[in-house]
């Protein structure tokens, strides 16, 4: 278990726009998959505003844009299975291809596991494309636990995925931490009774993320890191 003095035996990471930066290879499939319907390109600013919403919900939301229908059309559409079979095929490819860590990720994560920190994925990406980009950037050995928006019938905001982490490796919510970059993440975190990090760098559907009232922002996911006299975060 961690130093006492540590205020956390369990940190849920959110994945795209906390620990990584993904958006111009989501947005390069989206590309990819318009083309092929004839439809114009997607700039990557408007892709980043349905990022963590996973990628069906992204999916549905840039064809409705494109075509200029309601989203529920889109989703309800005979054709939108076909199309997110070509999606899938197109973000497979695309997967690892333009994405990179944030700073002080690796570092941080290998130094959180040092002084016994568990620490997990819970993310609303699907499971095959979150193993892509994991092993893109060789972070799958630094995680105890990965929890994909497909590993349950529900999704983040739904607090299960959190509350599996904590009944795994036995972890109350007091001693428990979700750090992530959107109000999902944030919305998690309370449906949990967890305490919620966010980082300003990331989607968040275009919005500050002061705006979702997290208990507290920090500008790198080094924050995290215990002062090496105290033993405490900053």
């Known amino acids: 278990m961690p130093e006492s003095s540590y205020p956390f035996d369990l940190i849920l990471f959110d994945l795209d726009g906390t620990l990584v930066e993904t958006a111009a290879e989501i947005a390069d499939a989206v590309n990819d998959t318009l083309a ?8 990557q600013p408007r892709v980043e505003r349905w990022i963590g919403l996973g990628t069906r919900e992204l999916l549905a939301q840039a064809l409705a844009f494109r075509s200029g229908v309601p989203v529920t059309q889109a989703r309800a559409s005979g054709a939108f299975a076909a199309v ?81 982490c904590m009944q795994r490796f036995g972890v109350e919510p007091g001693r428990t931490l979700l750090v992530g970059d959107s109000s999902i993440d944030v919305d998690t975190a309370r449906r949990a009774a967890m305490a919620v990090w966010a980082l300003p760098y990331g989607y968040n559907m275009g919005e500050p993320i002061e705006a979702c009232a997290p208990d507290r922002v920090i500008q790198d996911v080094s924050w995290l890191l215990p002062d090496p006299q105290t033993g405490s975060v900053r």
């Open 36 to 43: 092929e319907l004839a439809l114009a390109p997607l700039e």
């Open 84 to 164: 997110e079979s070509r999606f899938a095929a197109h973000y497979l490819q695309r997967c690892g291809t333009r994405s990179r860590l944030y700073p002080r990720v690796r570092e941080t994560l290998q130094a959180l596991r040092g002084i016994g920190v568990k620490l997990a994925v819970l993310t609303n990406k699907e499971g095959r494309y979150t193993q892509r980009v994991l092993d893109a950037h060789a972070l799958v050995p630094l995680f105890d636990h990965v929890v994909c928006g497909d590993t349950f019938a529900v999704k983040k905001p739904d607090p299960r995925g959190a509350q599996d």
